[in-house]
């Protein structure tokens, strides 16, 4: 059963902006405490790069991508987005929107925190 849909993956130019969504099925929007974007690039072990809290849509970035990338929630279309803006030729990889029934702060960014997985989509950003 599918429970994460994610798209808007695509090509841009260094310095250009993407937004990616996740949409969650309605019947376990109400069951997970967090959403995580994470990344992989070729050769790269996955990459947490943001987590959401569904509670009250407090957010947790990586380094590599505070102040760039903003992840929100809207509740009443039961999908999560990911902006990024000021995009690098290192952010390029498959993004994966994932869902927790729960786990701890330590492991917000790390994959073995989630449950369930979206398909990915692919980003590339070079010149």
């Known amino acids: 059963q599918v429970h994460l849909v994610e798209s808007g993956g695509a090509s841009v130019q260094p310095g250009g902006s993407l937004r990616l969504s996740c949409v969650v099925s309605?019947?376990?929007?109400?069951?997970?405490?967090?959403i995580g974007w994470f990344r992989q690039a070729p050769g790269n072990e996955r990459e947490g790069v943001a987590s959401?809290?569904?509670?009250?849509?407090?957010?947790l970035y990586s380094d590599s991508v505070k102040g760039r990338f903003t992840a929100s929630l809207d509740n009443a279309k039961s999908m999560v987005t990911l902006q990024m803006n000021s995009l690098r030729p290192e952010d390029t990889g498959v993004y994966y929107c994932a869902a927790s029934f729960g786990t701890l702060y330590s492991q917000l960014l790390q994959p073995w925190g989630y449950e369930h997985w979206s398909q990915g989509t692919q980003v590339t950003v070079s010149s």
């Open positions: 309605e019947s376990m929007m109400h069951v997970y405490r967090y």
């Open positions: 959401i809290y569904i509670g009250d849509g407090s957010t």
